[in-house]
């Protein structure tokens, strides 16, 4: 079943409560869960291990963000696998919330970020913040 709701986050937290409430269904946060990070955190192990296998180790990585599973995975790989490689996330100038955050140090969520990079215009969650504020070394913004 399909259950459509209007594209903010206030709107999708609200449409899931009622539907969990009507079904009793578990819950796995697309982003801010500890099983969705250690998923995402595959894809920069796999990037670790093709840049070995051609004998070049990066100096730092760009990653995705929007709520922070992405870069959240990326943070727990490269802190455990290779520390001293910098970590930069990149979003919208017109969902930069997460840029926000980071330079104000504490979540600043926007509600329905205006773009059309529609995987990014979920607000960091406080999982997701924890990587972002103790490992991101800065968030580019691009037009």
């Not at 999708?12 to 969705?36: I, L, S, W």
């Not at 980071?102 to 205006?114: F, T, V, Y």
Request: with cysteine.
């Amino acid at each position: 079943i399909i259950t459509e709701c209007d594209p903010s986050t206030t709107s999708r937290e609200a449409v899931f409560a009622k539907v969990q409430a009507e079904t009793g269904g578990d819950f796995v946060h697309p982003y801010n869960d500890p099983r969705v990070i250690a998923g995402q955190a595959t894809c920069s192990r796999e990037f670790l291990e093709q840049m070995d296998e051609r004998g070049v180790k990066p100096d730092m990585v760009v990653a995705p963000i929007g709520g922070g599973g992405m870069i959240s995975g990326t943070c727990l790989t490269l802190s455990n696998l290779a520390p001293d490689v910098k970590i930069y996330a990149a979003e919208p100038v017109n969902a930069d919330d997460a840029a926000r955050s980071l330079h104000a140090g504490h979540i600043i969520a926007d509600d329905a970020p205006d773009t059309i990079a529609d995987g990014l215009k979920v607000p960091l969650k406080d999982l997701t913040w924890h990587f972002v504020s103790s490992y991101v070394t800065n968030i580019l913004t691009a037009t």
